[in-house]
């Protein structure tokens, strides 16, 4: 996590939460853009091999090389777009409103589900902690959801944790975090999670960081 008088950021399961003093988004880790990366570099190629081997290529193969530019270009350089400076969740203090927002194609721009601030119920977290598995062993990867809950009960997911059981209570604290400045920025109801009496027994020291609410 950094922290800076104006601006800090929250990591998130691929994908982090820039949270000032205005607003919150929830956008693409970094890394993701190798993938739209790779993708303009292979396109690039097959532009570089229709224009260098024209004359020698089979049709076929001239047909298909032409295909994939066409196609996987501009994929590329939307997806490369969206992974800078697209999100996938906006909320804005002084608009009194969160977005959904629509990913890839519609570069995270486009709104997929507004709520004003009025018709937020609650934000909550909650997690997988102590699910078990067919087996009945506990999963080895624990997931938590940062949700906002309308006026009407409708649960909206605004972003995801994700880590390996032993990382568990850190990754909690990063979701409650984010779940607390969400609730702070609209003036909402928080319900932090915190990991069930057995597994802070289990974790002697760990109990003292832990909010009251069970996961």
Excluded at 182 to 190: D, H, I, Q, R, S
Excluded at 203 to 215: I, N, S
Aim: charged share 15%; with cysteine.
């Amino acid at each position: 996590m950094t922290t800076s008088p104006e601006r800090r950021t929250i990591p998130l399961h691929r994908a982090y939460a820039a949270i000032t003093p205005d607003t919150i988004a929830v956008r693409p880790s970094r890394s993701s853009a190798i993938v739209p990366v790779v993708q303009g570099l292979l396109a690039l190629l097959a532009v570089w091999v229709l224009a260098t081997f024209m004359d020698v290529l089979p049709l076929w193969l001239l047909g298909a090389l032409l295909l994939f530019a066409i196609v996987a270009g501009p994929t590329a350089v939307l997806g490369f777009v969206y992974q800078v400076a697209g999100s996938a969740f906006l909320m804005e203090r002084p608009k009194g409103t969160c977005r959904w927002q629509q990913g890839f194609l519609g570069l995270g721009l486009g709104t997929q589900e507004l709520v004003p601030f009025a018709r937020i119920q609650r934000i909550e977290v909650g997690g997988d902690f102590a699910e078990e598995l067919p087996s009945g062993d506990l999963q080895d990867v624990v997931r938590w959801e940062v949700r906002l809950v309308k006026d009407n009960d409708r649960v909206l997911v605004v972003a995801q944790v994700s880590a390996a059981r032993p990382l568990a209570t850190e990754a909690l604290g990063r979701a409650n975090d984010l779940a607390t400045a969400l609730g702070e920025m609209a003036g909402a109801p928080v319900v932090v999670a915190a990991l069930p009496a057995w597994a802070i027994d289990a974790a002697p020291g760990a109990a003292e960081d832990q909010p009251a609410v069970e996961a």
